[in-house]
């Protein structure tokens, strides 16, 4: 059934008239007549009863026109929907990220494009890198937040901030009488106090006696722990690995190894009790190592609704306004 068909029949049943039909359809009446013949030769049944005036519909013509008129009914639908979902009154969103960003670092945008769009269903789906990456080439999700790299030929990657890296040690470790005038506290970086700035560097060199506390590397990135120490041509001592950054953050509290953090843990963790911090030196000829990019990605062979662009120019917002925690 076309368009054209379903114009047609619609009108004609309604005005009762192939002459007024042909004149509220812009068209002429040969051409609605020989419309209307066609369509009765290919069902082998009159649509129309010719012999009353107004002309009115056969029982076949009857299932016609309400088939048409609920063809017509779903289209409009449709387009109303589609409306919808381009204006953001309805629509789904999935975001993935890792447990830490989704629970510390992201739930303040959640709530602002809530508030912002109720029609629209935010989900969110935490896991660990790569299982993540794996989820947005599948279409699983629609966007990926994390501070990890991303095939420049799967996905299209926006930069959002910039996160930096601390050495961690415990209060109760002996390492931090012999180094009291490079000591940061949690609220120097949270702060960004002038302490942050002007005191001096730890050198890994000055850690090689150390034990570490580093992230299992079979679901996650490189640990940045072992790639400083390469780029000085060293290994770490390690004595426990573990997951995620937030288990690191207790076991390194806990003096069971040092560890180097992120400051988004550092800022957004919301933990009572907290390590001394140190900035780090990178190695000679070595630059960006103990800084990452945090981005917003998504692939390419998926299309993308509205939803998205919508809730990442928004996170952009927060980001620049540092209101994006809780």
């Known amino acids: 059934m076309t368009t054209q068909q379903i114009q047609c029949i619609i009108t004609l049943a309604e005005e009762g008239s192939f002459s007024k039909a042909a004149k509220k359809l812009f068209v002429t009446q040969p051409s609605i007549s020989q419309l209307i013949k066609n369509m009765e030769t290919q069902l082998g049944a009159p649509l129309f009863d010719r012999s009353s005036s107004p002309i009115r519909l056969t029982p076949v ?32 969103l999935t975001i993935g990220t890792t447990p830490f960003r989704g629970s510390c ?29 794996a989820l ?9 937040i994390e501070a990890t790299d991303f095939d420049p ?10 996160e930096h890296y601390y050495l961690a040690v415990s209060k109760e470790n002996p390492f931090n009488d012999k180094h ?10 949270a702060s960004d106090s002038s302490a ?77 009790e907290h390590p001394i911090y140190y900035r780090l030196k990178e190695p000679k000829g070595c630059f960006g190592i103990t800084e990452k990019k945090i981005v917003v990605a998504y692939s390419k062979k998926h299309f993308l609704t509205q939803t998205a662009p919508t809730y990442i ?14």
């Open 105 to 133: 670092m992201l739930p303040k945008s959640f709530a602002a494009f809530t508030q912002q769009f109720p029609g629209v269903k935010v989900d969110v789906i935490t896991a660990n890198v790569r299982e993540l990456q």
């Open 196 to 272: 942050l700035y002007e005191n001096k560097e730890i050198s890994l060199s000055d850690c090689l006696d150390e034990s570490f506390v580093v992230l299992d590397t079979k679901n996650n990135d490189p640990d940045i722990t072992v790639d400083l120490f390469h780029n000085m041509k060293q290994k770490p001592q390690i004595t426990l690995r573990c997951c995620n950054i937030e288990t690191m953050f207790h076991w390194v509290n806990s003096n069971l190894g040092m560890g180097i953090i992120p400051d988004t843990l550092i800022r957004f963790g919301n933990f009572k």
């Open 153 to 162: 030929e799967l996905f299209y990657v926006e930069e959002l901030a910039t």
């Open 180 to 189: 009291k005038e490079q000591q940061l506290m949690d609220s120097d970086i």
């Open 61 to 92: 013509g009857q299932a016609y026109y309400d088939a048409a008129k609920k063809i017509l009914s779903t289209e409009r639908e449709l387009e109303n929907r589609i409306s919808d979902i381009n204006k953001l009154k309805t629509g789904t």
């Open 313 to 326: 120019n928004l996170l952009k917002q927060l980001i620049g306004q540092g209101t994006w925690k809780f």
């Open 136 to 144: 947005l080439l599948s279409g699983e999700i629609d966007i990926c």
